[in-house]
């Protein structure tokens, strides 16, 4: 004759059996999405990479621009 421990209700039952399945489907979401995630972010580091290269060579092209000797050629407000 099989029974149901009395010590194991169905509310219990059913409350384990959903945490178990939360944490099965954040395990498996968790897995899916992390791949595509570390490749966003692999895209903005090499963007913003560029980008500061870019202002570094902008900024030393201000610099070398703004020498003594051509300042003479920008108007003084």
């Not at 980008?51 to 300042?71: F, K, S, V, W, Y």
Request: hydrophobic share 35%.
């Amino acid at each position: 004759e099989l029974t149901v421990p009395s010590h194991c209700s169905l509310p219990q039952l059913s409350r384990y059996s959903a945490l178990f399945l939360g944490v099965a489907y954040g395990a498996t979401s968790y897995s899916y999405l992390k791949p595509r995630a570390e490749e966003e972010w692999r895209i903005a580091a090499e963007e913003k990479k560029k980008q500061d290269e870019l202002n570094r060579i902008a900024r030393e092209l201000m610099l070398d621009h703004l020498t003594p000797g051509n300042l003479k050629s920008f108007p003084v407000a």
